[in-house]
């Protein structure tokens, strides 16, 4: 009989002792497939899974009976249209064949960056926001606040419709344990550039205003840091941030205007024992020296570079991942696309700190032959095995070696603290004023949201 509970513990060590700088008994397989390569798999029309998340329990249990992975190979992450639509949003919007896409969009005026530096908070719930969510407005109180009750319940319920398929399927299969100790956000500079100044604005205000740009860098500081908070602080907590615009950037202003407060955000993350895990989208060689300063055992994965660099600059100190080319598994014969999994393996997973996984995530079943993934990562199983487990390499993780970063509060008429909250109604209850300030929490945690 199949010892689940054995098998997942078995796999969330292997990645604890990656974390923990130790060489595992393995290399660690992490691939995922998202909502709409599962969908089109099965044979589901994505419009209606996006609307019902519940539909795609049987389709995510098919993927993971065919493809191996430690983690769960199923992630019905998903930007819901119940979210979405009743916010009447401008910067997600489904298209007629499922997909949610991603306009460029421009939430703030070149002219209001003296209001996003003095009020960072107000400026996004009073400027940014009602342009990217027609349904907010000022004007209409009453439907704004239904509007966005709407939106909320919407997300809840696809948020709880997808977790609930995962945890159904991690206990299952015996995945790697899941929590709550990750988290996510945009470094400050690509927090702007996303959905506040967009790419072209960004680009012109790095040479008409780069001083009020790094200014605002260090307003949103604060928000991007408490966005990006695990809910849960353990010996294994992180955040991840997909970093955007530096490859569209000089060096010169990458170092100067991008590079300092992210820097200062994972140390900041550090120092609170939260390590932190990037996804250098598009080629980030040329600013390799920059990541070898980042907290020890930083997880970077990376889309495009030379293995054979990365590992010989980053290996010591960090965790590589990503780099396998998806474009291989569609290109490719099997034994192709084998012998190159054997290839990146022998080049990355000495000395540990490796953990396999593809380029990029998936967007189309078209993006990939099923039967080259699969013979890929069921090849990284059995030839990624390490004769030295246990032994302890290169650095090590330790909060200690970092200090908390100094940065203002969110100091704003729509968002309190506890302690204001404390000083306010001082007779109230331990229990009143946890409760309230969960509940001023997830109402940060969802505005937040509509920002990412």
Known sequence: MVDIKKIQAERTKLFDDVNDSIIPKRVPVNI???????????????????????????????????????????????????????????????????????????????????????????????KVIPRHYKAVNSQEPFNTMLSFAKGLLGKNDSLMAGAGIMMKLVAKYGYRQMGLNGGGAEAPFDFIADQLRGF??????????????????????????KMGTPLIVDDYSSVMYPLHMPTFMREKDFAKYWWPSFLKLCEDHASAGIRTSVFCEDNWMRYLDYLQDLPSNTQLTFEYGDPKIIKEKLGNKHII??????????????QECIDLAKEYIDILAPGGKYIFALDKVPLVLDDFNMENLCAVTETVRDYGVYSNPGEQVGTVFKKEDYQAQSCRSIDSKYYQSFEQRQLENPKASGTELQKLQQLEEQLFAFVANLLM
């Open 32 to 126: 995922f497939l998202g909502i709409e390569p599962t969908a089109q798999y099965a044979g589901i029309d994505l419009a209606e899974a996006q609307w019902n998340p519940g539909m795609l329990e049987d389709a995510g249990d098919k993927i993971c009976q065919t493809v191996f992975s430690d983690s769960i190979p199923f992630m019905p992450y998903m930007r819901s249209p119940a979210l979405y639509t009743p916010l009447k949003a401008q910067s997600f919007v489904m298209g007629s064949n499922g997909f949610m896409q991603h306009p460029e969009v421009m939430g703030m005026e070149a002219d209001e960056y003296d209001y996003l530096i003095e009020k960072p908070y107000d400026c996004l719930i009073e």
């Open 200 to 225: 072209t604005g960004i680009s012109m205000d790095i040479r008409r205003c780069p001083e009020k740009l790094q200014d605002a860098c260090e307003a949103v500081y604060p928000i991007v840091k």
């Open 321 to 334: 991942s990503g780099l396998y080319p998806i474009s291989y598994l569609k290109n490719k014969s099997k």
